[in-house]
């Protein structure tokens, strides 16, 4: 795996590292599968430059688990031996959204910050506000989607999460979708939003879901999907070591050290299929002494997760 991507956010009292490790791009197909629809976008004013990513340390890549692995007792053990592992606090939500059996574990009530996994959350929010107003994103907007997701641009994401309407606006939007327990960060500090396992499932269900159960649109949710399903090669670690090998995924990253601690928040969220069904899948973390500590940790659970849940 190669370079991971971070920028920086300081303040007086807070270093935020706002990192994405989700993709977005033009194409509309998702690790092996191909999503239909994008929105339609009118021509604006130009966006502004793109920040310059800064290389991050490289995480070496962890094996998938095999779906022809062995049905045993041992996956219940797995998991709870995955999330006894962590540092500090973890916590994992899973769905089969082919069968609808749910799964929570670990910390489920811990309120984890974000780093820029709420940068789909963001996105999710502005398609809504279109929505509403019966209008499309403009190219300006468009083009700071992808700068935000898929190379983590925090300076598109503060563009983004101003237009939404900061703070107010993003917790407008998720009480519609549905998300009780993720506030967003005070004072522009979008990376500082906290939520919860659940709450992430709830997002993804938002996403990947049903047309009925939805708030958003057909359209908006395929140009979610289409754009988490472009993640490039050197940010596609996490929830994808559920996945079958060589198996379709779509998903979003955020990593950040904290400046009081020296600690990592690693966090993944996203879809993946194995064994025939589709899984949404939440793994939140925090209290991580390294990055690449943290990765380990967030593939270990998603994988036992997901293993428990095919009982394999």
Request: proline share 4%.
């Amino acid at each position: 795996m190669s370079s991971l991507r971070f920028s920086l956010l300081t303040s007086a009292t807070v270093l935020v590292v706002a990192v994405g490790g989700l993709a977005l791009a033009h194409a509309t197909t998702e690790h092996g599968h191909a999503y239909a629809a994008a929105v339609t976008v009118s021509p604006t004013a130009s966006a502004a430059a793109p920040a310059t990513p800064t290389p991050a340390p490289s995480i070496p890549p962890s094996a998938s688990p095999s779906a022809s692995a062995s049905p045993s007792a041992s996956e219940d053990t797995a998991l709870d031996a995955a999330l006894s592992s962590a540092a500090g606090h973890a916590a994992v939500a899973v769905t089969d959204l082919d069968s609808g059996a749910v799964l929570s574990e670990g910390d489920a009530s811990h309120a984890f910050v974000t780093a820029s996994i709420v940068k789909v959350d963001i996105l999710a929010a502005l398609l809504l506000q279109h929505q509403d107003a019966d209008t499309s994103l403009t190219a300006a907007q468009k083009a700071l989607a992808v700068r935000m997701i898929e190379q983590s641009d925090n300076d598109a994401a503060s563009t983004l999460f101003t237009e939404v309407g900061g703070a107010s606006g993003l917790d407008t939007a998720n009480r519609r979708l549905g998300l009780r327990h993720t506030t967003a960060g005070a004072d522009g500090y979008w990376g500082l939003t906290t939520t919860t396992a659940a709450d992430q499932l709830t997002l993804l269900r938002q996403i990947f879901g049903t047309t009925t159960a939805s708030k958003l649109s057909a359209a908006s949710r395929n140009y979610l999907r289409s754009l988490m399903g472009q993640v490039e090669t050197d940010q596609d670690w996490g929830v994808s070591a559920a996945a079958d090998p060589g198996g379709p995924y779509a998903l979003k990253n955020g990593w950040l050290p904290r400046t009081a601690t020296g600690l990592w928040v690693i966090n993944s969220i996203g879809r993946v299929d194995r064994d025939g069904h589709r899984y949404l899948v939440a793994v939140l973390s925090d209290g991580n002494k390294s990055m690449e500590s943290g990765v380990t940790l967030v593939e270990r659970v998603a994988a036992a997760a997901v293993g428990r849940l095919t009982g394999s």
